[in-house]
């Protein structure tokens, strides 16, 4: 006997889904009902994405994460262009990096990683740090802390001084 996906599960959600849209033909209402509660927002999955920012790949190198959600009149633009949603993220968050003013050339951070994100509450980020002109909306999760930029100063390489060995 195998297992049951969990109900929160894409498969056991579009099962749900044709199952309540049969019931709906079904009962007369027809292929207009199901476009109807198909593009109900409450019912369609956001596009989320993680972007993470760092200056170095030490586990504690000082890190800025933020969590894109691309908007799904902004998927259905890129899948035409055939355009990644990764590209699209990446220039979200590149705005938003540049307008959280960590673009200085003391503090340049390279992409670490561009992944799909999960979000089980997205509510709960509270109001987006970014509102794209495309309807794309960018949060930060993590910045780097004044004490973590004060010591990422001292791991950075020095100067040689002239005469010296090494």
């Known amino acids: 006997m195998g297992m049951l996906a ?3 599960s894409p498969r056991r959600i579009r099962t749900s889904l044709i199952g309540i849209s049969n019931r709906i033909q079904a009962a007369g209402c027809g292929s207009v009902a199901r476009e109807v509660m198909l593009d109900d927002p409450r019912l369609t999955m956001p596009t ?3 972007v993470e920012f760092s ?4 586990p504690n190198s000082p890190r800025f994460v933020l969590v894109v959600e691309i908007s799904d ?3 259905a633009e890129l899948n035409a262009g055939k355009i990644s949603l990764e590209k699209r993220a990446y220039e979200i968050a590149s705005e938003m990096r540049n307008a959280d003013r ?6 340049q951070m390279g992409l670490v990683s561009c992944t799909k994100a999960k ?3 997205l509510e709960a980020l509270g109001e987006p740090a970014l509102l794209t002109h495309d309807a794309c909306r960018a949060w930060v999760i993590k910045r780097p802390s004044p004490t973590e930029e004060a010591l990422d100063k001292g791991w950075q390489s020095r100067s040689k001084s002239p005469g010296s060995n090494g």
């Open 73 to 75: 009149s902004a998927v």
């Open 6 to 8: 969990p109900p929160w």
């Open 48 to 50: 989320l994405m993680r």
């Open 55 to 58: 200056r170095g790949l030490r």
């Open 102 to 107: 960590l673009n200085k050339p003391e503090s």
């Open 119 to 121: 979000v089980k509450n």
